[in-house]
Nanobody, 125 residues
């Protein structure tokens, strides 16, 4: 069974950093696009960023551009989300997702085929 498992969430102060990991049970080199999303209570799921299969192309949501960085290590079948300069408004459950359709990095949750269970990130003020 194909699975994605996120880890690395936790509580951090404003201005701090966290690195989330998303481990896949399949070879990530075969997954054209991996994305990160987040969802805060009472809000819709928001696109954080995405990365293509090689790691050569990334795309970020406006609210995190310049602060967050996505990378992938296909040898470890893992995708990472490095989060810096964290703000209280970054508090949410963070999800990784996989898209098996070759093409541009998608921003819409419904375009992703597989999701992890999520990891909580809380930024205190």
């Amino acid at each position: 069974q194909v699975q994605l498992v996120e880890s690395g969430g936790g509580l951090v102060q404003t201005g701090g950093s966290l690195r989330l990991s998303c481990a896949a049970s399949v070879r990530t080199v075969n997954i054209p696009v991996m994305g990160w999303f987040r969802q805060a209570p009472g809000k819709e799921r928001e696109f954080v960023g995405g990365i293509n299969w090689s790691g050569g192309s990334t795309y970020y949501g406006d609210s995190v551009a310049g602060r967050f960085t996505i990378s992938r290590d296909n040898a470890k079948n893992t995708v990472y989300l490095e989060m810096n300069s964290l703000k209280p408004e970054d508090t949410a459950v963070y999800y990784c997702a996989a898209n098996w359709v070759v093409g541009d990095i998608r921003k819409t949750p419904t375009e992703y085929d597989l999701w992890g269970q999520g990891t909580q990130v809380t930024v205190s003020s």
